[in-house]
T-cell receptor
Framework: RKEVEQDPGPFNVPEGATVAFNCTYS??????FFWYRQDCRKEPKLLMS???SGNEDGRFTAQLNRASQYISLLIRDSKLSDSATYLC???????????FGSGTRLQVQP | GAVVSQHPSRVICKSGTSVKIECRSL??????MFWYRQFPKQSLMLMAT?????????EQGVEKDKFLINHASLTLSTLTVTSAHPEDSSFYIC????????????FGPGTRLTVL
């Protein structure tokens, strides 16, 4: 079983739609959680950290459910520029490197 | 935000040659740098953790004699792919963690290696 699992998609949504991605992680010792965005043939860029209390950054809302070991990302009012692959990323206690999910591809259409 | 550079951004080489990729933290010091590899439509996979002044720690299945890592200073780590083969063709990405960092890592722009 992969340590971080995501639905690969693609999610094809019209502009203005709300879309949600989920991610599950298997290591209960995980302590830090992130969403990264990766555009085609580019490096990943940090979108936001994810906290147990939930956090929001503009149109993006991230939630963490430690009991169920899943993380979500909600994007409201999708823009064409949101088209990318969204990576769920976890950092486990005692391990300095990040563990990446395989990513969920989003395609926002006009 | 902090900046990490990689050089070269793209390299094409013949099978059997060696390729060196540099990763630099431009405006901060990094005791730890990480090297990842990403094949098409797959996730980033950690290859090794590079520690300044000491030997790198390699992930299971990554040959340390094939992927030579040197972290000679707090701002530079290099990855050398020795005797490259076509199956080594991939996107190699480094990241750096600042000295005073929590868990934030800053990624370089990646190096696309094609071995003919």
């Amino acid at each position: 079983r992969k340590e971080v699992e995501q639905d690969p998609g693609p999610f094809n949504v019209p502009e203005g739609a709300t879309v949600a991605f989920n991610c599950t992680y298997s290591n209960s010792a995980s302590q830090s959680f992130f969403w990264y965005r990766q555009d085609c043939r580019k490096e990943p860029k940090l979108l936001m950290s994810v906290y147990s209390s939930g956090n929001e950054d503009g149109r993006f809302t991230a939630q963490l459910n430690r009991a169920s070991q899943y993380i979500s990302l909600l994007i409201r009012d999708s823009k064409l520029s949101d088209s990318a692959t969204y990576l769920c990323v976890v950092n486990s206690r005692g391990r300095r490197a990040l563990t990446f999910g395989s990513g969920t591809r989003l395609q926002v259409q006009p | 935000g902090a900046v990490v550079s990689q050089h070269p951004s793209r390299v094409i080489c013949k099978s059997g040659t060696s390729v060196k990729i540099e990763c630099r933290s431009l405006d901060f010091q990094a005791t730890t740098m990480f090297w990842y590899r990403q094949f098409p439509k797959q996730s980033l996979m950690l290859m090794a953790t590079s520690n300044e002044g000491s030997k790198a720690t390699y992930e299971q299945g990554v040959e340390k004699d094939k992927f030579l890592i040197n972290h000679a200073s707090l701002t530079l780590s290099t990855l050398t792919v020795t005797s490259a083969h076509p199956e080594d063709s991939s996107f190699y990405i480094c990241s750096a963690r600042a000295l005073d960092s929590t868990d934030t890592q800053y990624f370089g722009p990646g190096t696309r290696l094609t071995v003919l």
